[in-house]
């Protein structure tokens, strides 16, 4: 069973940059990828994929301002994210499509505050 680790979340100011990583244990070159968001009392939603050839699909609340990107060699895939608002604010994860393969990881807390 492949296991994924994300990280790179934090506090940041409206307005802030941060990068995330998703670290899976096994091959995920062949797999669509996605990092979903799930802020409090809101239904985990998708934010941005990318397709094994490298396509990429964004939500419309982040586009322009976010980047999903990939690394098959090491197994990560990569969330750059610009112009945060506090809106951003929620735990983000990472997981395939479209079908959920891998148990989701612990995911990694984004906060958006002044």
């Known amino acids: 069973q492949v296991q994924i680790v994300e990280s790179g979340g934090g506090l940041v100011q409206p307005g802030g940059s941060l990068r995330l990583s998703c670290a899976a244990s096994?091959?995920?070159?062949?797999?669509?990828m996605g990092w979903y968001r799930q802020a409090p009392g809101n239904q985990r939603e998708l934010v941005a994929r990318?397709?094994?050839?490298?396509?990429?699909y964004y939500a419309d609340s982040v586009k322009g301002r976010f980047t999903i990107s990939r690394d098959n060699a090491k197994n990560t895939v990569y969330l750059q994210m610009n112009s945060l608002k506090s809106d951003d604010t929620a735990v983000y994860y990472c997981?395939?499509?479209?079908?959920?393969?891998?148990?989701w990881g612990q995911g990694t807390q984004v906060t958006v505050s002044s």
């Open positions: 990318i397709g094994n050839g490298g396509s990429t």
């Open positions: 096994g091959s995920i070159s062949r797999l669509t």
């Open positions: 997981n395939t499509l479209p079908t959920i393969l891998f148990r």
